[in-house]
């Protein structure tokens, strides 16, 4: 397979938390699989009006699915048997007219090569009606072979920048994002910095994806995302990330971490809006988009106790491992008390103030 396209230099990525305690990521990423349940039905409307099984079935006898940033599980074999379901489906109906056969499916689990695949792997759902690959390797490169894949999903996942923007890292830029890890609540000059990079990675993404994929090959996206054209602090989200940075900025005020620490660790994460996928599409024109939609927020019970403990634990289970990396583990525990002490204090916030919710965008393969 050729990697000379692949980002080989990339910083050392982030990582969920791995395993099953009552840190990791397979425990608390329940946000990702309620949001499944509401794309759910878009995923089926799209495959049943616009998959088109004839051409797939003349080009291969079997179908290859590939999920990009399937963490440890389990969300990624409910979102597996959510679109074979609906291809099955598919194929079903069609099947009375023109005598196709059901295809085998392979599934292809991509991940960063450091993630917790044992887990994902150990923990397979019986019965499953698919074979299984892990492909290692970041999805801002190529992960496969020309014309092989004929269905990609990634959920929560395209947020993540392939790294921190340089700009908002160096203390001569007027991009330097002092005192913060993130750009929700930061200047214009740092948004603009998170925004571009995100640009690069998805137009990254797409065309890759537009050579790996054969023509009429579906891509089904969900990522965190904002409404067209809102400001920065509005980003649903974005608080959990902005309490975050400021219960680092309470440790170093009390000198048991350095500013310079907090101030050299940003989180690579963007929240896009639907505007800024759709531009990426545009650019890269190998995709037709069949649905586009922001759906509502789902993180909305700001006042229910169970839910801000869920963010706290959730948002722990994301970021622990790159926090442990930059700052050590003597902090952890404090810093994550802070934390969940924040969100309780932010917790009558209105709702209706952050324009957040999850995008979701299925795109045809021309
Ligand atoms: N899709 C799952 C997991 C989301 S967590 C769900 O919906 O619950 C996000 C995952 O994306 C993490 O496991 C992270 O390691 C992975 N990820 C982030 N950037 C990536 C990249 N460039 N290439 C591959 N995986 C990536």
Redesign the pocket.
């Given at each position: 397979m050729s990697s000379n396209n692949n980002k080989t230099s990339s910083p050392e990525?982030?990582?969920?938390n791995s395993g099953n305690g009552t840190y990791s990521?397979s425990r608390n990423?329940r946000f990702?699989?309620e949001a499944?349940v509401i794309i759910k039905m878009m995923i089926d409307e799209a495959i049943a009006e616009k998959l088109d099984i004839q051409s797939l079935s003349s080009i291969s006898k079997s179908l290859r699915i590939a999920?990009?940033?399937?963490?440890v599980g389990p969300?990624?074999f409910l979102?597996m048997q959510t679109l074979i379901e609906a291809i099955e489906n598919k194929y079903e109906a069609e099947c009375l007219k023109h005598g196709y056969r059901l295809p085998e499916f392979q599934v292809f689990f991509?991940?960063?090569a450091a993630?917790d695949f044992n887990t994902l792997f150990s923990s397979l759902p019986p019965g499953k009606s698919y074979f299984v690959a892990g492909v290692p390797?970041?999805?801002?490169g190529r992960l496969f072979p020309e014309s092989f894949l004929h269905i990609v999903y990634?959920?929560?996942?395209l947020q993540?920048l392939?790294q921190v923007p340089e700009k908002v890292l160096d203390k001569d830029s007027p991009a330097w994002n002092k005192g913060r890890i993130f750009y929700t609540s930061a200047s214009d000059e740092v948004a603009n910095a998170y925004a571009a990079q995100f640009a690069e990675d998805m137009d990254n993404f797409l065309k890759f994806r537009a050579v790996e994929m054969a023509s009429g090959g579906m891509i089904f996206l969900m990522v965190p995302g904002v409404a067209d054209d809102c400001h920065p602090s509005q980003s649903g989200g974005g608080w959990l990330y902005d309490a975050l940075g400021s219960s680092l900025m309470d440790l170093a005020n009390k000198g048991l971490i350095s500013e310079a620490q907090v101030d050299s660790f940003n989180l690579p994460v963007y929240f896009a809006s639907l505007k800024e996928i759709i531009s990426s599409v545009e650019r890269n024109g190998c995709f037709s988009i069949v649905r586009a939609k922001l759906t509502d927020a789902i993180l909305g019970n700001y006042d229910d106790p169970v839910n801000i403990q869920a963010y706290a634990l959730h948002i722990r289970a994301v970021v622990e491992g790159s926090i442990v990396k930059h700052f050590g583990s003597e902090i952890i525990d404090d810093l994550f008390d802070r934390f969940f002490q924040k969100l309780t204090q932010v917790a009558n916030l209105d709702p209706l103030s952050y324009k957040g919710g999850q995008i979701f965008v299925a795109l045809k393969r021309k």
């Amino acid at each position: 397979m050729s990697s000379n396209n692949n980002k080989t230099s990339s910083p050392e990525p982030f990582l969920m938390n791995s395993g099953n305690g009552t840190y990791s990521y397979s425990r608390n990423s329940r946000f990702q699989r309620e949001a499944l349940v509401i794309i759910k039905m878009m995923i089926d409307e799209a495959i049943a009006e616009k998959l088109d099984i004839q051409s797939l079935s003349s080009i291969s006898k079997s179908l290859r699915i590939a999920d990009l940033g399937c963490s440890v599980g389990p969300n990624t074999f409910l979102a597996m048997q959510t679109l074979i379901e609906a291809i099955e489906n598919k194929y079903e109906a069609e099947c009375l007219k023109h005598g196709y056969r059901l295809p085998e499916f392979q599934v292809f689990f991509n991940d960063h090569a450091a993630n917790d695949f044992n887990t994902l792997f150990s923990s397979l759902p019986p019965g499953k009606s698919y074979f299984v690959a892990g492909v290692p390797g970041s999805f801002h490169g190529r992960l496969f072979p020309e014309s092989f894949l004929h269905i990609v999903y990634s959920s929560f996942a395209l947020q993540w920048l392939s790294q921190v923007p340089e700009k908002v890292l160096d203390k001569d830029s007027p991009a330097w994002n002092k005192g913060r890890i993130f750009y929700t609540s930061a200047s214009d000059e740092v948004a603009n910095a998170y925004a571009a990079q995100f640009a690069e990675d998805m137009d990254n993404f797409l065309k890759f994806r537009a050579v790996e994929m054969a023509s009429g090959g579906m891509i089904f996206l969900m990522v965190p995302g904002v409404a067209d054209d809102c400001h920065p602090s509005q980003s649903g989200g974005g608080w959990l990330y902005d309490a975050l940075g400021s219960s680092l900025m309470d440790l170093a005020n009390k000198g048991l971490i350095s500013e310079a620490q907090v101030d050299s660790f940003n989180l690579p994460v963007y929240f896009a809006s639907l505007k800024e996928i759709i531009s990426s599409v545009e650019r890269n024109g190998c995709f037709s988009i069949v649905r586009a939609k922001l759906t509502d927020a789902i993180l909305g019970n700001y006042d229910d106790p169970v839910n801000i403990q869920a963010y706290a634990l959730h948002i722990r289970a994301v970021v622990e491992g790159s926090i442990v990396k930059h700052f050590g583990s003597e902090i952890i525990d404090d810093l994550f008390d802070r934390f969940f002490q924040k969100l309780t204090q932010v917790a009558n916030l209105d709702p209706l103030s952050y324009k957040g919710g999850q995008i979701f965008v299925a795109l045809k393969r021309k």
